[in-house]
């Protein structure tokens, strides 16, 4: 078991590294929300470091002991993380046959009106989650992390029921593909 999720740590670490890499190149070219972008390209560096740390915590003599605190509730975080990279993901790959503005638009409206949290606050969760569980591993216990426990389960549980809805709202394109730029 601590095998698979060790893997699992280890593959989303690269997957929010490949995302901020993907994110970057919205940056460049939505001058208007450069600020936001960058804000969103920091957590996500530092979840993928914080993901690490406690994929080393876990593989650690000294701190495996500690690690069965906080398994169950770093498995509260991976569903959630992944869909949020996922739809990021699924951004770039629309990015391809629609405006930059436009999918960036979509995924803002689907994270903060459809599921409750915008990107860039649910990264600093997830950021905030993880660097609660490195302190819990390394003996420490943060008073914050029931609350960020709790607000990461109303996030999850937001994204399930988005999942679920029959069709996701999407901001339609004012012009044809054949008529618009790409930015």
């Keep these: 078991m601590a095998a698979r999720q060790s893997r699992t740590l280890a593959r989303l670490a690269e997957s929010t590294e490949e995302v901020a890499s993907g994110l970057h190149n919205f940056r460049d070219v939505l001058p208007r929300h ?3 972008i960058t804000a969103s390209l920091s957590e996500l560096f530092a979840i993928s470091s914080a993901l690490r740390g406690v994929d080393q915590a876990q593989n650690n003599r000294d701190y495996a002991p500690s690690f069965y605190r906080i398994k169950e509730d770093v498995g ?4 959630s993380l992944e869909r949020t990279l996922t739809d990021v993901m699924d951004m770039f790959a629309r990015s391809s046959h629609r405006p930059f503005h436009t999918v960036w638009e979509d995924l803002r409206y689907h994270m903060e009106q459809e599921e409750g949290l915008g990107l860039h606050e649910r990264l ?6 993880l660097q609660a569980q490195l302190e819990i ?8 992390v029931r609350d960020l426990k709790r607000q990461l389960l109303v996030l999850r549980n937001a994204q399930e029921a988005a999942e679920l809805r029959p069709n996701r709202t999407v901001i339609a394109d004012s012009c044809t593909s054949a008529s618009c730029s790409r930015y």
């Design 76 to 79: 509260i975080l991976i569903p």
């Design 34 to 36: 450069a600020t936001q």
């Design 137 to 144: 591993v390394r003996g420490f216990q943060p008073r914050s």
């Design 124 to 129: 600093s969760c997830y950021r905030n989650f």
